[in-house]
Structures are given as structure tokens and as C-alpha cells.
């Protein structure tokens, strides 16, 4: 892959910064769906280049598992580890509300402490929660790229996404926090496996399919519909169907435009998705 075709993908993730700081500094009331946009794109993109990373791993001449998934834990730690424990200490020292849960954030389970809690508490280190999520990926998803036969890849792929689609029946029937439905692994993991299977389809020469690229447009209109239709106190029963299409509708549309930007953008869009504030974020 070109380094034209990774700088838009880094535009891509800046795009992902820039809406989920709107949300939390300055959407009204503090918070937006367009914060929740932005956390789903940085999956799928983190989906795809993990996954894109790991089979250019397993593609070398001198390829052998175990050197490449140390070499793999080890690099994510380099790069992770000193400024996220760095975080953690300044806030052990600066929030008292913060430290009984630094535990579970050193552990890299925020998403679970916050769905235990049911509650936000500490503000101050909410946003560790998608992290929690990627650092839960990143533990699992290599030992299955690496060590699962080529063949399986893209149907384990699709398994991954197809459970994730089917947690979200589970809960018109549970009486759990809802905090949990959205920050368990689970609830992201469609989002993560529809990057991870775009990797798995490219690097055996194919791309997204083509209903796909044709629909996305439509999906997407659907999403603003239904992100913009309040259920209120007296439609209840479509506040799960809801909450289970805003989730669901953006994927094809954000995974369309992630295999668009890995390809390479031409023309206006091309220098678009190249500009410097994007990739500085």
C-alpha cells in the first residue's frame, strides 16, 4: 500500500478525533451522537490496519507465530503504554475521585468498571473506555490472524460481526445497566470485525462488495432519519430498535469510505483527505 493511501487513512482518524471532540467539548448538553460516529469509525479503521498488519506479518518469507505476535505486543506496548500510564498517574495525583477505579483502567477494563457502575464516574478518565476496547482486540484478534488457518480468517471474521449483531437482541429481554449493552466487548466488536474483514478480502485480492459500495449512501440517509427520530417517553418500544439501528446503519457507510481512502482518493476529495490539520490530529 502506498504512503499517499495511508496518509488519507490518517486524515480518517483525525476525522474520527475532530467528532468525538465536538461531542464532549462542544455539542449542547455535552455530548452527541456524532461522538459515538467518531469512536465507531476509529474501530473499523483500527479493524482494517491491524488486521492488514498482522496478514503482511504472516505474508514474510521468515514468518513463524510466536516472533511475530511478541513482536506485535511489544511494539503496541512501546507505543501505548508510556503515555497512557503517564495519564493514570497524573490522575491519581490530581482526582481523588479517580483513584478507586485506576485498577481496573490499568488493566485495561474501563468499559467494564463504567458498565459496572452504570454511571461516569470519574469524567475524568470516561474516554479509557474505547481504549479498554481496542487494548481487549489487540490481546485477541492476533493469536486468531496468526495462528488460525488462512482459510478461516474471513469466516471467523464474519462470525465475529454476526455475534455482535446478535447481542443487540439480547437486550429487549435483559434487565442489565444500559451503560453495559453499549460499553461490553461485544457492542464494538462488528465495528472492529467489518475492518478486520475488509483487510482479510483485500489481501486476497478482493474488495468490498459491490452492494455495498451502491447502498451506503442509502444507509446513511436511514441513519440521520432514525438518529434525528426522538423515541420520547411515549414511544418506548422504539427506543431498542433504535438504539440498535445507530448503531448498525453507519458500518457500511463508514467501511465504504475506509476501502475508498485505503485505495487512494483522487481528484478534489483526494486533496481533501490529505490536508494537514487532518493528519496533524
Do not use: K
Given at each position: 500500500?502506498?504512503?499517499?493511501?495511508?496518509?488519507?487513512?490518517?486524515?480518517?482518524?483525525?476525522?474520527?478525533?475532530?467528532?468525538?471532540?465536538?461531542?464532549?467539548?462542544?455539542?449542547?448538553?455535552?455530548?452527541?451522537?456524532?461522538?459515538?460516529?467518531?469512536?465507531?469509525?476509529?474501530?473499523?479503521?483500527?479493524?482494517?490496519?491491524?488486521?492488514?498488519?498482522?496478514?503482511?506479518?504472516?505474508?514474510?518469507?521468515?514468518?513463524?507465530?510466536?516472533?511475530?505476535?511478541?513482536?506485535?505486543?511489544?511494539?503496541?506496548?512501546?507505543?501505548?503504554?508510556?503515555?497512557?500510564?503517564?495519564?493514570?498517574?497524573?490522575?491519581?495525583?490530581?482526582?481523588?475521585?479517580?483513584?478507586?477505579?485506576?485498577?481496573?483502567?490499568?488493566?485495561?477494563?474501563?468499559?467494564?468498571?463504567?458498565?459496572?457502575?452504570?454511571?461516569?464516574?470519574?469524567?475524568?478518565?470516561?474516554?479509557?473506555?474505547?481504549?479498554?476496547?481496542?487494548?481487549?482486540?489487540?490481546?485477541?484478534?492476533?493469536?486468531?490472524?496468526?495462528?488460525?488457518?488462512?482459510?478461516?480468517?474471513?469466516?471467523?471474521?464474519?462470525?465475529?460481526?454476526?455475534?455482535?449483531?446478535?447481542?443487540?437482541?439480547?437486550?429487549?429481554?435483559?434487565?442489565?445497566?444500559?451503560?453495559?449493552?453499549?460499553?461490553?466487548?461485544?457492542?464494538?466488536?462488528?465495528?472492529?470485525?467489518?475492518?478486520?474483514?475488509?483487510?482479510?478480502?483485500?489481501?486476497?485480492?478482493?474488495?468490498?462488495?459491490?452492494?455495498?459500495?451502491?447502498?451506503?449512501?442509502?444507509?446513511?440517509?436511514?441513519?440521520?432519519?432514525?438518529?434525528?427520530?426522538?423515541?420520547?417517553?411515549?414511544?418506548s418500544a422504539w427506543e431498542w430498535p433504535r438504539w440498535a439501528l445507530v448503531q448498525v446503519?453507519?458500518?457500511?457507510?463508514?467501511?465504504?469510505?475506509?476501502?475508498?481512502?485505503?485505495?487512494?482518493?483522487?481528484?478534489?476529495?483526494?486533496?481533501?483527505?490529505?490536508?494537514?490539520?487532518?493528519?496533524?490530529?
Amino acid at each position: 500500500m502506498t504512503n499517499a493511501r495511508d496518509i488519507q487513512l490518517d486524515a480518517l482518524r483525525g476525522v474520527a478525533v475532530m467528532l468525538v471532540l465536538y461531542s464532549h467539548f462542544l455539542a449542547p448538553g455535552g455530548s452527541s451522537f456524532v461522538g459515538h460516529l467518531g469512536v465507531r469509525l476509529f474501530f473499523v479503521l483500527s479493524g482494517f490496519l491491524i488486521t492488514r498488519l498482522l496478514l503482511d506479518a504472516r505474508d514474510t518469507s521468515a514468518f513463524a507465530s510466536g516472533p511475530a505476535l511478541r513482536s506485535f505486543y511489544a511494539r503496541r506496548m512501546l507505543r501505548i503504554f508510556p503515555p497512557y500510564f503517564a495519564v493514570l498517574a497524573l490522575a491519581w495525583l490530581a482526582s481523588e475521585q479517580s483513584r478507586p477505579s485506576l485498577a481496573w483502567h490499568a488493566l485495561y477494563l474501563s468499559n467494564f468498571w463504567y458498565a459496572r457502575q452504570n454511571d461516569w464516574t470519574p469524567w475524568l478518565l470516561c474516554h479509557f473506555w474505547s481504549l479498554s476496547i481496542e487494548e481487549q482486540f489487540y490481546l485477541a484478534w492476533p493469536l486468531i490472524v496468526l495462528l488460525a488457518p488462512r482459510r478461516r480468517i474471513e469466516a471467523i471474521a464474519i462470525g465475529v460481526i454476526a455475534f455482535s449483531l446478535a447481542y443487540r437482541f439480547y437486550w429487549p429481554i435483559a434487565a442489565n445497566p444500559a451503560l453495559a449493552r453499549d460499553l461490553l466487548p461485544p457492542a464494538s466488536m462488528d465495528a472492529l470485525g467489518c475492518g478486520a474483514l475488509l483487510a482479510v478480502r483485500r489481501a486476497r485480492g478482493a474488495d468490498a462488495p459491490q452492494w455495498m459500495r451502491l447502498c451506503w449512501p442509502a444507509l446513511a440517509v436511514a441513519f440521520l432519519f432514525v438518529v434525528h427520530s426522538d423515541p420520547g417517553t411515549a414511544n418506548s418500544a422504539w427506543e431498542w430498535p433504535r438504539w440498535a439501528l445507530v448503531q448498525v446503519l453507519p458500518l457500511v457507510p463508514m467501511l465504504a469510505i475506509v476501502a475508498a481512502c485505503s485505495n487512494g482518493l483522487r481528484g478534489t476529495m483526494g486533496r481533501v483527505a490529505e490536508l494537514p490539520p487532518l493528519l496533524w490530529l
